[in-house]
């Protein structure tokens, strides 16, 4: 073959593969186009647990987070992965810490206004309210802040799948918990051998418990977390012969000694045999993954001693 006869083949091959390529575009049969690289998690800090456990639960591992020593205490899970950084107490922020890790987004809550100008000049802040004097139910307000950090990081799908999630759960509680007729409940975290916090609305505990279907068996208000401080002599206040007293790990290790000795303690209707408990703990100032902790472990634990 000619080098003529040769050139000319090729460039219609060439034109005959343009032409069809051209006519197999508008149904999308064009070369596939190589696949994008899908964009790097953004760097979160969080100030806050329940921000940090809602963030992981959207699949994103904070960057750093506050009072890191004490989250196997308070929140448990899910687990912290290594590498997180600890950013000090929430009202002691290492600042210099923030400053290094750069992060591409700082969450917050109200409780920490006072901080908010000087985190502005270290990254985008997001302030969401979940407590605070405004009052309004808490447990509503956490799958709203949800939401909105969902939104913000670019999870509304994770963020929805997960409340998804998490209302099934609780459809499922309340029928286990129908199912055994669960008495009421009052819900407690010791101070010391004299004093307690009484769980009450509007907090997450009392809006959890409205939500699976058990009945709060303390009558007083709470403040916006949900708490009130009381004496040990108060609970004489609960009237309700079927009420269970359930207290939250951790519990200072000597109040049960001291209680097991206390006339007063052993004269209460409430903390007599059957009716006084103690369980796992589960973040009490928290959102939807915290609330979904208790609920599991006060369903299974009604369960279990009914």
Known sequence: MSAKSENMRVKGLSRRSLLSAAALAPFGLAAPARAASPAPLPKVASLDYGLASTLMNLGI???AIVSLADWDKW????????GVADLGNGWEINFEVLAMLKPDLILTTPYLDALK????????VLRLEIYDASGGAVLSKAYAATRALAQAVDRVAEGDAFLARADIFFDDCRKRLALIGAPPV???GFLDARHARVYATPGLYDNVLSRIGVKNAWKGQGNYWGF????IEDLARVTDPRARLIA????PGDVLPKLAESPLWKALPI???????VIPGALMFGMVNDAMRFARLLTEHLENTA
């Open 248 to 251: 939250f790990e951790p519990v």
């Open 61 to 63: 591992t904070p960057t």
């Open 186 to 188: 009052v819900l407690m």
């Open 117 to 124: 100008p000087r985190l502005e000049t270290m990254g985008k």
């Open 271 to 277: 903390s007599q045999p059957g009716r006084f408990s």
């Open 75 to 82: 929140v448990i899970e899910p687990e912290i992965p290594a």
């Open 228 to 231: 009130e401080t009381i004496g």
